[in-house]
């Protein structure tokens, strides 16, 4: 089996993968704030980080994975602080809701789902450390980290930080790369606000000692893979490499990995554009979560994702093809015997996929070898060539596919009916029936602005109309 091969941020280059310890992988992923309910964009890079957990599990490795719930921040503090509500009221909501969207996407719990609020003390004895260490002082009941006591400062996201302003600070948890400062990694209580008494003084953890403190508790003192957005990479992920190697003098993480950032049909997803989803929404409009999952599985990570409607729609027809395949496979009567060549196809495809996913995590070129062989077998199948004897390696081959991918499972019904969304694409034949019949109204009444909503509704949910000539209209399921 071919070498896995990952792009580290930290190197710039592309390393071969080995874990520090035989056949086990430690891995740390930053989990949601949970003060919302989690975008699409998120999600791109919880299913990447999924379909490298995955990937991992298939070549045997056993899995530590961390994944935290960041529950105190800048925007938690204040938003629970001005609905009067404790953080834990505040999360709570939030942090049930991630747990199940990560269900309906079929992302695999981590071995640890960690919360900032759960481990103050284990932030504290790092501060700690890092005071011994004097890489602290204080300011107005704040502490913070003294980065020009720290050399490698800035070589994760290339930046440099030579003219920087000695003693120049920066209290916000989010902030640009030209404002490379002195950061927080205890502030001191504002009135009105949660806060720890602790041995460090009152206050309140800086959102990047958060993931440092808990990655180390559970993971020791060097991790394997730490995982994130590409937006994280500065200043968090340059604060935790600091924090954490100032107080161990150990490295910090092996392998960093970012997922890049997602667009929504060519443009930066925004609130004030409308073309910000969470993944509810994307499900309210009757999609599926497998659709969603196997679209934002389609890319490879280190790619700039452009998520459209159209997309869907393609991701939609492909799970679709997969599931038929997998159905005739176990249905289908094929003529006894077999031939070996089939075998070897599969084989074959299997070194492709295999060869794909070692590639850096090159979910294209897995796919590809997937529905090359698809297209092959459904071709074999409709002109009789295909035989009994070929059916198991098709269907072990497109078990191990489905280790990785999880969308062949037709449990997409479930699951939305879970979440409150009425049977998504699974429209009764009167549902349907009735939706016409307003859509007929509507066209009576010369509202073609309604009609064609309808239409369009029904075609976002996998139903097609067609006007015939006598007047009427047929409609079939896509
Ligand atoms: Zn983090």
Redesign the pocket.
């Known amino acids: 089996m071919p070498e896995i091969q990952l792009h580290n941020t930290l190197s710039g280059t592309i390393e071969p993968f080995t874990p520090l310890h035989a056949g086990e992988v430690r891995m740390y992923t ?1 989990g949601p704030t949970v003060y919302d309910y989690a975008h699409i964009g998120n999600f791109r890079t919880f299913v990447f980080q999924d379909v490298l957990r995955r990937f991992l599990e298939l070549r045997g490795y056993r899995m530590n994975q961390v994944m ?1 719930l ?1 529950d105190v921040d800048d925007r938690i503090i204040a938003n629970a602080a001005a609905a009067g509500k404790s953080i834990r009221e505040y999360t709570e909501k939030y942090a049930q809701a991630f747990f199940e969207d990560c269900r309906a996407l079929s992302i695999e719990p981590p071995e640890h789902y960690v919360r900032a609020t759960d481990h103050i003390e284990d932030m504290v004895a790092l501060i700690e450390r890092l005071q011994a260490n004097t890489y602290t002082y204080n300011s107005e009941g704040s502490i913070y980290f003294r980065i020009a006591k720290f050399p490698a400062y800035g070589r994760l996201s290339k930046i440099d930080v030579s003219g920087m302003q000695a003693g120049a600070r920066v209290d916000v948890d989010r902030y640009e790369k030209e404002s490379a400062r002195d950061f927080a990694l205890w502030k001191a209580p504002k009135p009105g606000e949660h806060f720890w008494e602790t041995r460090i003084g009152p206050g309140r953890p800086g959102w990047h000692i ?2 440092s403190a808990m990655a180390m508790k559970y993971l020791g003192e060097t991790l394997d893979i730490h995982t ?1 957005g590409i937006d ?1 990479a500065f200043p ?1 992920h340059e604060n ?1 490499i600091a924090q954490s190697e100032a107080a161990t003098r150990k490295p910090f993480v092996r392998y960093w990995l970012h997922a890049e950032h997602l667009l929504v049909e060519g443009e930066k997803m925004s609130k004030s554009l409308g073309n910000f989803f969470t993944l509810r929404d994307i499900f309210g409009k009757g999609y599926k979560p497998s659709t969603v999952r196997f679209l934002l599985a389609s890319v490879p990570y280190r790619k700039q994702f452009n998520f459209t409607f159209d997309g869907l729609q393609q991701a939609a027809s492909s799970a679709d093809r997969l599931r038929n395949l997998s159905a005739r496979l176990t249905e289908g009567k094929f003529p006894a015997g077999g031939t070996g060549a089939f075998a070897l196809r599969v084989r074959s495809a299997d070194e492709e996929f295999e060869a794909g996913l070692a590639d850096d995590v090159n979910t294209a070129r897995a796919l590809a070898a997937v529905f090359d062989l698809v297209r092959e077998t459904n071709i074999a199948m409709d002109k009789g060539e295909f035989r009994h004897e070929d059916t198991a390696p098709v269907q072990e081959f497109l078990a191990k596919f489905d280790k990785v991918f999880a969308v062949l499972r037709d449990d997409d019904e479930e699951k939305l009916r879970s979440l409150g969304y009425g049977g998504g694409q699974g429209l009764s034949d009167a549902e349907i029936e009735a939706m016409i019949a307003r859509r007929n109204d509507a066209r009576k009444r010369r509202d073609f602005a309604a009609a064609d909503r309808i239409r369009k509704e029904l075609a976002e949910r996998g139903i097609i109309l067609e006007d015939t000539k006598e007047g009427g209209v047929r409609w079939k399921r896509k």
Request: some cysteine; glycine content about 12%.
């Open positions: 930053c935290n960041t958060e993931c994130g994280l968090h935790e």
